[in-house]
């Protein structure tokens, strides 16, 4: 169906109204026309009759025939509307009259005049006699039949009703149109609130549902990360436990064979570092937390930070954190300073690098790949810089273990994966904002130390003590 502008849903209503009234005004001045019409009309008739009348009686007035003018007059009586007529001599005096005032003629009227005195209509006109004036006819008349203009006003009277009722009809039904698209553009937005409702929800839903699906994805890597680095470091501890006994039981003399012990050993070492990657990726690695400020952290590895990243690379600082957090400082400085070079590597020109810390506490679940917020208090760590960034499917695979989008001998594609392992351990949270061309962002949330609120107390007695 066709939607109706908003601007036009109005007009045929108000067109309506505005026909119905005009149309009333018309009948009113239409039947005021025709009343006025009617009386001018029945006020040219009564003239007429009065010329007819000195006409007849002028035979009856040169003779003095009282009797001939009497019946004149008397015929006059066939008209209800007319009141009085009399008929006078030259010199005034009546010869006939309709009734029985015998007063005299008004003199004050000319020849042809006529008035309207007390609602009547009057008229004098001269009675002629070969051009020779030898009396005048008198004669008064109702204005109108009162039936004839009662039945016209009647009709007037019940043109204007029929009239308003039209009208309160019409603004009746106007009234309901407007409710009826009031109601109908209330129901609209319900519809488009419900509709925009529905489609958050179904993002919501999707967006758990890949969360959901990550995380199961990241727990099965876990596992089989764990397990095999957990076999492999036992048999990397018997390898090496069986080189360092070959290397003190040979003989000065076996020199040229210590060099291959050494670098069987420096293998075992980086096989064993790796195995301890995967064992934090796995969240099986012991850690040994304390409660720190992490501000005083980063501020105590500045210098390392810029020793590694260059001088090419701007570090910016900002620290608005007043929590502490409960963390192994040393697999945190190594997150920290590995998100550094990841931040270094992706701005090969240079560039600006953003260190910042501050407090949030999380009042709802928010949804961040691989995991789901908890609400609570956390100390916001972020990394940021201004390089290449990431696609979306890079974005969504850089958690993995072993997936690197650099060179082959570059990268072993656990740093990420690493530093999400060991978040995760310690009960907090890592998210990765990038888009191609804009950066990258690593955020870490660490939860709040409970214990915080009990050291500020006993710090507070021990100032005071």
């Known amino acids: 169906m066709t939607a109706v502008p908003k601007r036009f849903s109005g007009w045929s209503p108000r067109f309506a109204l505005a026909g119905a009234g005009v149309l009333l005004l018309m009948g009113i001045a239409v039947a005021l026309y025709d009343d006025r019409f009617a009386a001018e009309q029945h006020r040219r008739e009564i003239g007429v009759e009065a010329a007819i009348l000195a006409r007849s009686v002028a035979a009856a007035v040169q003779f003095d025939d009282h009797s ?7 015929a006059l009586r066939a008209n209800p509307e007319i009141l009085s007529a009399t008929a006078y001599d ?76 039209v009208l309160v009809v019409l603004a009746q039904d106007r009234a309901a149109l407007a409710g009826a698209n009031l109601e109908l553009e209330k129901r609209a937005a319900d519809l488009v609130l419900a509709n925009q409702r529905l489609k958050s929800e179904m993002r919501v839903r999707r967006n758990a549902e890949e969360a959901l699906h990550q995380s199961q994805k990241m727990e099965a890597i876990g596992q089989l990360s764990g397990g095999i680095a957990h076999d492999l470091n036992n048999y990397l501890a018997v390898i090496r436990g069986s080189l360092s ?32 990657r995967l064992l934090a990726f796995a969240r099986r690695q012991p850690l040994e937390p304390q409660t720190i400020a992490p501000e005083k952290l980063i501020q105590g590895m500045f210098d390392l930070i810029r020793r590694t990243i260059g001088e090419r690379v701007v570090v910016e600082t900002r620290f608005e954190s007043q929590w502490l957090i409960n963390c192994d400082p040393n697999q945190l400085e190594t997150v920290i300073l590995n998100l550094a070079i990841n931040a270094r590597d992706a701005m090969p020109d240079g560039g600006k690098l953003g260190i910042a810390t501050r407090d949030r506490s999380l009042q709802c679940h928010a949804g961040a790949a691989p995991y789901q917020f908890i609400p609570g208090d956390y100390v916001e760590i972020s990394v940021r810089d201004n ?37 995760r351990q310690s009960g907090g949270y890592l998210s990765i904002e990038s888009s191609p061309g804009n950066g990258t962002a690593i955020v870490i949330l660490m939860p709040r130390c409970l214990a915080q609120n009990q050291m500020t107390t006993d710090s507070k007695t021990r100032d005071a003590a």
């Open 68 to 74: 001939a003018a009497e019946e004149y007059l008397n």
């Open 90 to 165: 030259a010199r005034g005096a009546a010869i006939g009259t309709l009734s029985q005032d015998r007063a005299g003629m008004p003199m004050s009227f000319a020849r042809g005049s006529h008035a309207n005195q007390s609602g009547l209509i009057s008229f004098v006109v001269p009675i002629t006699q070969r051009d020779s004036r030898i009396g005048t006819v008198y004669l008064s008349a109702s204005p109108e039949n009162p039936d004839t203009r009662i039945a016209r006003l009647a009709g007037v009277v019940l043109l204007a009703a029929m009239a308003a009722l």
């Open 245 to 276: 006994l070959v290397k003190r039981r040979s003989s000065k003399t076996e020199a040229e064979v210590q060099p291959y012990i050494a670098s069987a050993l420096e293998g075992v070492d980086r096989a064993a570092g790796l195995t301890r």
């Open 387 to 423: 390089g290449t960034g990431m696609s979306e499917d890079v974005r969504k695979r850089a958690l993995e273990p072993f997936f690197t989008t650099k060179p082959q001998g570059q990268g072993t594609g656990l740093g990420l994966s690493t530093a999400f392992g060991y978040i």
